[in-house]
């Protein structure tokens, strides 16, 4: 079968995201107005055609959990296949409690899954990538060129935390892997990989058998002359939530139309979960300029450029500047907010003045009163 099986990794813990981590994983992370960064990967499977998936958790999952469900909402609830949580099976140590070392003992933890596969080619990604990626197209590409593994790159070489990055000979063919390089260069990768199953599972095997526990420096790095690894460059929007400043300047692009239109194009549409509000609510004096308000928003002061989640309110005299404030947040009379993010259910009390920066900005944890 021609078709593709996807593994999303949702292990790591981002401790550059700080509070907004705490209690949830990078892809559980909310991301413009509406959804939560797996949305995107979810997404893109499923305008690929996958009809299995399979979630590689480990800890801080609960958020995740109660997000994804049965997975209806990306028609992944199904009698055979669909949706599968990935509790490490195999694992040695304490789930939940010591992470994994990488990516190959994540995999090898439910290695029983893996030969349980029913498709040919097996897609890996990282489930707080937000892009719009063309699966199928590049399935067809990495068919085509004959390669054992494709890497999927973005255009650029921005810095990301814990990056890794790709320097592609006139082929495209994987002449570089720099993992965590002092000076990014290359294409940066955007940790999603196609492979046939059968040399995915050669690869678990080998690596647990000599304790190699990395995808990157032992499968990518070591074996770049033994395998046939080549690049497929992606031109379009890609964030990766590796820090508070990723996730804000990343979210902050949203409010660009052109971002939008890209991200969010109706030829490969993203899904997400219902938020069963009604429609949002601005007030005859609410001013609201270059924002994006999600349903359920109950708008009687001034917002600029910012992202409001279901169900925040800004009451009469407020301003919000710059800020990302997740749902049911409520910002009281005559208080003053400058780029700020809000975690869920965060209280703004009257007439208080918040600021932080847009290189450093202020973050509130979930359900404080300030």
Not at 157 to 180: I, K, M, T, W
Not at 324 to 333: A, D, Q, Y
């Amino acid at each position: 079968m021609r078709e593709l099986h996807g593994i999303i990794f949702s292990y790591e813990k981002r401790n550059e995201l700080y509070e907004l981590a705490e209690k949830r994983t990078a892809a559980s992370l909310p991301f413009g107005g509406r959804y939560r960064c797996v949305d995107f990967v979810l997404s893109n499977l499923v305008n690929a055609g996958v009809q299995d998936v399979g979630v590689v958790l480990h800890g801080r999952y609960q958020s995740l959990l109660d997000h994804l469900g049965s997975g209806k909402s990306w028609d992944l609830s199904r009698k055979r296949g669909g949706l599968k949580i990935l509790p490490p099976f195999a694992y040695q140590r304490a789930w939940g409690e010591v992470a994994f070392r990488g990516k190959m003992e994540a995999l090898a933890g439910v290695r029983s899954y893996l030969q349980e596969i029913r498709q040919d080619y097996v897609v890996l990604t990282e489930g707080d990538l937000v892009a719009n990626l063309p699966l199928q197209e590049i399935l067809e590409e990495h068919i085509r060129s004959g390669a054992d593994i494709t890497a999927v790159c973005a255009d650029d070489s921005d810095p990301v935390e814990n990056g890794a990055y790709f320097e592609l000979d006139g082929e495209g063919r994987v002449s570089q892997v720099l993992v965590q390089p002092h000076q990014p260069r290359g294409k940066r990768s955007l940790e999603t990989y196609l492979l046939s199953r059968d040399l995915l599972l050669k690869l678990v095997d080998d690596c647990a058998s000599r304790d190699l526990t990395s995808f990157r420096r032992d499968v990518l790095q070591a074996r770049r002359e033994e395998l046939d690894i080549r690049g497929w460059v992606f031109h379009g929007f890609a964030a990766q939530m590796r820090s508070v400043r990723d996730y804000y300047e990343r979210s902050m692009r949203l409010l660009d139309r052109d971002v939008r239109r890209d991200l969010f194009c109706p030829e490969r549409p993203i899904r997400a979960k219902s938020a069963d509000k009604s429609s949002a609510y601005l007030s005859p004096e609410a001013v609201c300029r270059n924002s994006l308000i999600a349903d359920g928003c109950k708008i009687e002061g001034t917002v600029e450029d910012s992202i409001l989640f279901p169900g925040v309110t800004v009451e009469s005299g407020a301003t919000v500047r710059g800020c990302i404030l997740f749902k049911e947040t409520i910002v009281r009379r005559d208080a003053n907010l400058r780029c700020v993010i809000a975690d869920k259910r965060v209280q703004v009390q009257p007439g208080r003045h918040l600021a932080g920066h847009e290189t450093y900005p202020l973050v509130i944890a979930k359900g404080r009163v300030v």
